[in-house]
């Protein structure tokens, strides 16, 4: 089993150095791929062996949460080897498994959980344990799970014991667009009697979804409702190519853009179109982005994959819906930052979601470039929160808060590398729950 890691102590860190980025870099795996390739590969039957397995705090979790579940895993570096116990074959743990602080690790395993016919015992770190559950256990319960949580307010919060066993399949529709939600309902559908009908408003991210075909999951998509029949068994593919993580490209993409006389190129990115809200919104915002996509065995992937040029310019304001949200959810910190960057006003829409993610990001950015001289401001409406960016205005250096948080963190070296004077962060080392090699990358870009 990987050991499991105590978060580093925080660590500050000056950012004082300017440069012009360029070079080439591949992006450890896309972190949402690696935790369900982790899971199916657990739940079906033979061998599989997944490449470019990104190292992390979170992947980590989900790896030793079903080590804990007696799952045979083998790493060696980026390449992990998974033995398949398949569906409910798991063995209870006797201990509390402990799920970090990786939200999807969480929420997809209570899927799982709600399948096994036995009692489990999950916990949480610092800041998964204040973000909400109620969204996964409701539908859950619904399939039959026996769920208790710790109960605040209308909440319910980790940690939570979970009583699997004889589920019958539900038709649910989403109240909110959550790609982790709509997962774990699938993984729970996969044991339960009948079949599982999700509906989505919004479509979320469908790796899921893709990774079950693969599997040999008998899976019908139409529209904007995903129909589970569990009558196959789960196969293993033999092998998984993992591409590169487009949330953590995100960090480069705006690099590039806002520091004049840049250019950077990612290769073997995944390219999944409900990821690349992204890729949109900056194009939108006259960024210069050449996409070249990788096809067949070239992509090595059952994910769409491609290769990006990214070079300098002079970015305008936008406005962002909130239908777009779901494809761009976690890049919306570093949106923020190139919105600072760009010339004129832009808006984004319906940002809720923001704020219960590792930390409130909205509160986290918004104070962070209000430090570094940015206009930028909130608005509450009826129908969501709006956050509203006057580009243009010279960012200075300030002292900086990362609130814990690895998305606040990166987007805010960016930001500093892009600014006048040097900044402050207080703490770099969160970065190690989605990206530990983040300064590596950006200081191969230094020789570039
Ligand atoms: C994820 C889905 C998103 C995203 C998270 C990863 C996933 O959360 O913010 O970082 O892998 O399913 P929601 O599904 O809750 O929006």
Redesign the pocket.
Known sequence: MSPIRKPAPPKPFLIRNKFVPRGKLILPGD??IA??ALILSALSKGKTILKNFPIHADSLATLNALTALGVSIRRKGSRVLVHGRGRQGLKKSRKPIFMGNS??TL??LLGVLAAEDFKTKVTAGKYLSVRPMARVNVPLRLMGAGISAKIKGREEYAPIVINGGGLKGIVYRMP????????AILLAGLSAKGKTRVIERLS??D??ERMLKIFGANIVIKNNSITLDPDKVLVSPGRIYIPGDI?SAAFFMVLASIIPGSKIILERLSLNPTRTGIIKVLKRMKAKIKIETLRGRQSGSFEPVGNLTIKSSKLKGTFITPDEI?SL??ELPIIMVAACFAEGRTVIRGAG?LRI?ETDRINSMVRNLKCMGADIRVRKTASGENIIIKGGRHLHGASLKSFGDHRTAMSMVVAALAAEGSCRLDDINCVSKSFPGFLAALGSLLKG
């Open positions: 972190k949402s935790h369900r939200g999807t929420r997809l909110v667009a959550s790609a982790q939600v709509k997962s979320s991210r790796h899921t949330s779901p959810v976690d979601e993610k």
